[in-house]
């Protein structure tokens, strides 16, 4: 199997085995809480995308990663994470502007998601980030969907 191959199998069983999870476990017991608690433990694992910075840490990767990569990744994972963080203080706080800051994360967010799945020429480099893609982003692919799902349900509101 080549690089390409053993990637598409991993990315497409993460993604399944998170959807399983989601599905069977997750939705059902989320479905119980209030629209603030649901979005809070969803965007919980985004506040850990500071992570993606490992993508500019030559030494980390097989070899370093294309540059525009490292960059869009890497700082688009921050930023991701940054409005993660901020997205729960304000739904902690309850403030009127909270549920505006968790559409902007997400959409913000997913589009970094996207941008950074797009760019295949940095498969090869990877090395010890490998686990990123294959593992955190179909995570974090899943819960996005899931806060959009909760943000597009208008029957909650924010409590």
Avoid: C
Avoid at 74 to 90: F, R, W
């Amino acid at each position: 199997m080549d690089i390409y191959t053993v990637f598409g199998v991993q990315f497409a069983l993460s993604v399944l085995i998170f959807v399983l999870i989601a599905r069977w476990f997750v939705s059902p017991w989320l479905a119980s809480l209030s629209l603030r608690t649901a979005l809070m433990i969803l965007i919980l694992p985004h506040a850990f995308r500071h992570i993606g910075l490992s993508f500019l840490v030559p030494t980390l990767n097989a070899e370093p990663l294309p540059a525009f990569f490292a960059m869009t990744a890497g700082y688009g994972d921050l930023i991701s994470a940054l409005l993660a963080i901020v997205a729960l203080l304000v739904l902690q706080a309850g403030t009127r502007v909270a549920l505006p800051f968790v559409w902007l994360f997400n959409i913000v967010g997913l589009l970094d998601l996207a941008n950074a799945l797009r760019q295949a020429e940095a498969l090869t480099a990877f090395g010890p980030t490998w686990f990123i893609p294959t593992f955190l982003v179909p995570l974090l692919l899943v819960t996005h969907v899931m806060i959009f799902a909760r943000l597009l349900k208008r029957d909650s509101v924010v409590a």
